[in-house]
């Protein structure tokens, strides 16, 4: 189902930096459609950390960052803490099927070491 | 600052239908739409179908097409989403989001609803 493929799972120690990918295809990335993440935290609903591919809500610390670039995009975490141990997932549009057609990455798991 | 509130957990009869609402507390719709996502059991997040309610417009994802109706009452600033003949693949937690700013395809969703379980079995 997701069109989006990120890597299961990634991990490190409090401090580092880690990066989470998104990787599409000509039809939803790449076609130049923005790129949005989400992380949801255990037992919760998702919560939006990254709008139009690189704005962070007011409330979202500048630890985090996004980008896009040809048919994949990046969520950076600089500084990890233990508090951003979480599920992310990115979300685009896809024109591949008829109608409206938004999609969401496969999810990364992030592991704070 | 506009909250979702969903309705609660529901266990259901395969075969049989679904109601879910989300109440906009604290707002109203105004000119957004609501979009319905679900996510199975350790699974990843899945796009099922927006309204807008002040256009009354409705848009479905291929798969769920002919088994989701999304209405909305705007009177009370209530979105439902309608599943009918579940299958136990349906078990999933059923979230509402605002779907923002405006017109397709750049929306994104926030604020969530809390979520609904949905859970299917005989």
């Known amino acids: 189902q997701s069109v989006l493929t990120q890597s299961p799972s990634v991990s490190g120690a409090p401090g580092q930096r880690i990066t989470i990918s998104c990787t599409g295809t000509?039809?939803?990335?790449?076609?130049?459609?923005?790129v949005h993440w989400y992380q949801q935290l255990p037992g919760a609903a998702p919560k939006l950390l990254i709008f139009g591919n690189n704005k962070r809500p007011s409330w979202v610390p500048d630890r985090f960052s996004g980008s896009r670039s040809g048919t994949s995009a990046s969520l950076a975490i600089t500084g990890l803490q233990a508090e951003d141990e979480a599920d992310y997932y990115c979300h685009s549009y896809d024109s591949s099927l008829s109608g409206l057609n938004y999609v969401f990455g496969t999810g990364t798991k992030v592991t704070v070491l | 600052q506009v909250q979702l509130v969903q309705s609660g957990a529901e266990v259901k009869k395969p075969g049989s239908s679904v109601r879910v609402s989300c109440k906009a507390a604290g707002g109203t719709f105004n000119t957004y739409g609501i979009t319905w996502v679900r996510q199975a059991p350790g699974q990843g997040l899945e796009w099922m179908g927006r309204i807008v309610p002040i256009l009354g417009m409705v848009n479905y994802a291929q798969k769920f097409q002919g088994r989701v109706m999304i209405t909305a009452d705007k009177s009370t600033s209530t979105a439902y989403m309608d599943l009918s003949s579940l299958r136990p693949e349906d078990t999933a937690v059923y979230y509402c989001?605002?779907?923002?700013?405006?017109?397709?395809?750049?929306?994104?969703?926030?604020?969530w609803g809390q979520g609904t379980l949905v859970t299917v079995s005989s």
């Open positions: 989001a605002r779907d923002f700013p405006g017109d397709p395809p750049n929306n994104w969703f926030d604020p």
């Open positions: 000509s039809s939803n990335i790449g076609a130049g459609y923005d």
